[in-house]
């Protein structure tokens, strides 16, 4: 059974950077997708960035494009948003998934999800 586990999280003051991290193990890492996703107060869960298992591509909501940065390391089996110029509107829990998907941005995808670290940006 897979299990993710993330850190990072906190609150900061727009402008400001975090890294979020997510731990997976109990299976090969290097075969699933790993995504972020996050939810903030009354609203749905959405797609916030996601990386193909090893050696594959990336996708971004176009609301963090060129501000957050997603990755993988095979060596520690760890998944990583790199989160700059953050703004209030990023406030939200953040979930780390994994999966084998077809489509990176489609939550129901996934098969695994972390229990979400808290994000707050102040203004």
């Known amino acids: 059974q897979v299990r993710l586990v993330e850190s990072g999280g906190g609150t900061v003051q727009a402008g400001d950077s975090l890294r979020l991290s997510c731990g997976f193990s109990g299976r090969t890492f290097n075969n699933y997708a790993m995504g972020w996703f996050r939810q903030a107060p009354g609203q749905g869960r959405e797609f916030v960035a996601a990386?193909?298992?090893?050696?594959?591509?990336?996708n971004y909501a176009d609301s963090v494009k060129g501000r957050f940065t997603i990755s993988r390391g095979s060596a520690n089996n760890t998944a990583y948003l790199q989160m700059t110029n953050l703004k209030p509107e990023d406030t939200a829990v953040y979930y780390c998934?994994?999966?084998?998907?077809?489509?990176?941005?489609?939550?129901?995808?996934?098969?695994?999800w972390g229990q979400g670290t808290q994000v707050t940006v102040s203004s």
């Open positions: 998934a994994g999966g084998h998907v077809k489509h990176l941005n489609f939550r129901r995808e996934y098969d695994y």
């Open positions: 990386v193909m298992w090893f050696g594959g591509g990336t």
